[in-house]
């Protein structure tokens, strides 16, 4: 297309926001979590997008992706994103780079966007109004009544009719501690709200099934990454004796991780995460992958990120309403969504693009870069 806008300039920024209480899983623990930021410009116009990975992945994005995106048509979005991918080469692209991907990715579908006047799903083109969202966050930290209380705020104050919790505590050290908090968030949320959980690879095979006879007894009908999506093999046979839906993808950098995960038959609803995957380039030829086979796809985390691409798919299950980034998202942006009654509605008020802007103030206190 010729006479279209150029981008002029990307810059990087971030931003560190500590948790409000210790938080672990089954793999993990933290007491912060870092969101990198990226702008890029055209005209009088900048889109943002963003992703959650370390401090580091915005000198890739300074280094690396700025030269090849700068001076370049800004409608070429697919392009761009092809010309990342191959900038990073001898970088290595899983991980930090193409986290960096992602954030230039998200943040030139913004811009497009904005320069067309459109909300991002309107461009994309919408598959539904509505996407779906469930409440996740019962980190293995938390005592029963903070478990409780954050349960009880989804289901019963916002309305949301699905939740997750943490389990896999100490790489599996704490199998009946898991049962016993299971058990727990079955009855803060009674029998009608649908019941998931995520060990976050800490299992090893055997023990994975044996939780899963269990949870089954709970009606928990989503298991995620019962043993790491590392071993796709395994996780596989997992799937293929589990009683719930088993899911994993959610560490997945490339499109030929998916087509592998997909093809040996590991999941029953495929995860991929826009800000590690290569941002909604790539997360829409993921979702494609799934719909191929049959299978659903659902956003991993950071949900104002995916709202928008989310609701372009037809096969989207759900997207994560992940108390960390829904805290943070908070804080950094206006425009934020509601997910009153169990789901959110991208676009709804005309806003172009993402429909959100850096709260400057707000954000502040929180940049370290």
Same mark, same amino acid.
């Given at each position: ?79 761009? =994103? ?62 029963? %009544? ?53 060990? =976050? ?29 590392? &071993? ?58 799934? &719909? ?13 990120? &995916? ?17 960390? &980034?829904?805290?943070? %998202? ?40």
């Amino acid at each position: 297309m010729t006479d279209q806008p150029v981008v002029e300039q990307v810059d990087s920024s971030v931003y560190t926001v500590p948790t409000d209480a210790p938080e672990a899983d089954g793999t993990l623990t933290w007491d912060s979590t870092t969101l990198v930021l990226v702008t890029v410009r055209g005209g009088d116009v900048s889109g943002l997008g963003y992703t959650y990975a370390p401090a580091a992945t915005a000198a890739v994005v300074d280094d690396l992706l700025a030269a090849v995106v700068t001076g370049s048509p800004a409608f070429d979005v697919p392009r761009l =994103n092809e010309e990342m991918c191959r900038a990073v080469r001898n970088a290595g692209r899983p991980g930090v780079a193409a986290q960096a991907i992602a954030a230039a990715d998200i943040a030139l579908w913004d811009l497009k966007a904005r320069l067309l006047g459109l909300p991002l799903v309107d461009l994309l083109g919408a598959a539904r109004d509505d996407v779906p969202v469930y409440g996740s966050g019962g980190f293995t930290t938390y005592d029963a %009544e903070r478990q409780d209380r954050q349960l009880r705020g989804w289901t019963e104050d916002e309305g949301i009719p699905r939740v997750k919790i943490k389990i896999g505590e100490s790489w599996g050290r704490c199998e009946e501690r898991d049962r016993e908090r299971v058990r727990r968030a079955r009855a803060s949320v009674g029998d009608s709200t649908a019941l998931y959980v995520d060990a =976050n690879g800490a299992y090893s095979a055997k023990q994975a099934l044996r939780v899963a006879d269990a949870l089954g007894g709970e009606g928990v009908t989503w298991f995620e990454e019962p043993v790491s999506s590392d &071993h796709l093999a395994t996780l596989a046979a997992i799937r293929a004796r589990a009683p719930m839906d088993v899911t994993a993808g959610e560490y997945g950098y490339t499109l030929p991780y998916f087509e592998h995960m997909l093809t040996v038959g590991a999941v029953d609803c495929l995860q991929a995460d826009v800000t590690r995957c290569g941002g909604i380039t790539v997360w829409l030829r993921a979702a494609a992958l799934a &719909h191929a086979r049959g299978l659903d796809i659902s956003g991993h985390c950071a949900p104002h990120a &995916h709202a928008h691409a989310a609701a372009a798919v037809p096969n989207l299950r759900h997207l994560e309403w992940f108390h960390d &980034h829904v805290r943070i %998202e908070r804080i950094l942006f206006d425009g934020v969504l509601d997910p009153a009654g169990g789901s959110i509605t991208p676009g709804a008020d005309g806003s172009p693009g993402l429909g959100l802007t850096l709260a400057a103030e707000r954000a502040r206190p929180y940049r370290v870069r």
